[in-house]
């Protein structure tokens, strides 16, 4: 069985008649035993978020800001306190993002996105929860934030979709950090993402499908789901060349060694 660690269960795009319900039990019938739906924003998601996946055996969530909503308002105001308070509230919460660095569509202010993260970084290093970051053409600050904030302070957490180059992965795999990969390594032009995985410890890696985006291939341009992350594992397992069931059974100890707070039903 596989787990997929990071989708987005309540996003608009998915298709009203597809309840959260219904796409983890397609995920189930697919193989896939369980999943994380992230939070981007804390004050108009996270409660309706917690109250969605509380029902649902095997899907937990996280509490965060994307680093494309930093600039608002709402997530400014959200002090360090009160992230951790909430990513403590309930033992369905299992992680603290997404959070991170987006200069690709730099949706909002650069200054905002790094005070965001390393606000969220202090937050894990003051609960012990783990950290999913999110980064887009922004390998340096990255590195420089996980390092500055929580360096030697016990800090875990994993690089979500991953698509940075190989220092990225580098200093990530140093910081003891998850290397996560989605349905883009399926894609025909992912070269340089298929020999970063290569050089990933097999105990530090995961699968996640980002739902409803980036669906693997032969769901490409689809509406993504978690059942999908079964795609991406089984061709991440042929592509390393490992046994899909061995490689299903190593990532999903993964999942539950860094998202420790998972409890599988
Ligand atoms: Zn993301
Ligand atoms: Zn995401």
């Known amino acids: 069985m596989w787990i997929d660690s990071h989708c987005h269960l309540n996003h608009e795009r998915v298709t009203p008649e597809d309840t959260p319900a219904m796409l983890a039990a397609r995920a189930r019938e697919a193989g896939v035993s369980g999943m994380i739906s992230i939070c981007c924003q804390i004050a108009k998601e996270f409660d309706g978020l917690l109250e969605m996946v509380r029902p649902l055996p095997n899907v937990w969530c996280s509490v965060g800001t994307h680093p494309h909503d930093a600039g608002l308002e709402t997530e400014k105001a959200v002090t360090l306190d009160e992230l951790c308070a909430k ?38 290093v003051q609960t012990g929860l783990p950290l999913i970051v999110h980064s887009r053409e922004a390998e340096a600050d990255t590195a420089q934030i996980l390092r500055e904030e929580g360096g030697g302070k016990g800090l875990r957490g994993v690089m979500h979709c991953f698509s940075s180059g190989p220092q990225l992965a580098k200093d990530a795999l140093d910081l003891g950090f998850y290397i996560s990969f989605s349905g883009m390594i399926t894609f025909q032009k992912a070269d340089e993402l298929r020999f970063i995985a290569k050089t990933v410890p097999l105990d530090r890696i995961l699968v996640e499908t980002d739902a409803p985006f980036l669906a693997p291939v032969p769901h490409r341009g689809q ?43």
């Open 223 to 265: 509406t993504n789901e978690p059942a999908y992350v079964v795609h991406t594992g089984n061709y991440l397992a042929d592509f390393l060349n490992i046994d899909r069931e061995d490689f299903a059974a190593q990532t999903t100890e993964n999942f539950f060694t860094l998202f420790n707070r998972a409890k599988s039903a």
């Open 87 to 124: 990513a403590l509230s309930d033992p369905k919460v299992v992680g603290i993002g997404e959070s991170g660095l987006d200069y690709y569509y730099d949706n909002s202010p650069r200054e905002d996105q790094r005070e965001s993260f390393r606000k969220h970084v202090r937050a894990c």
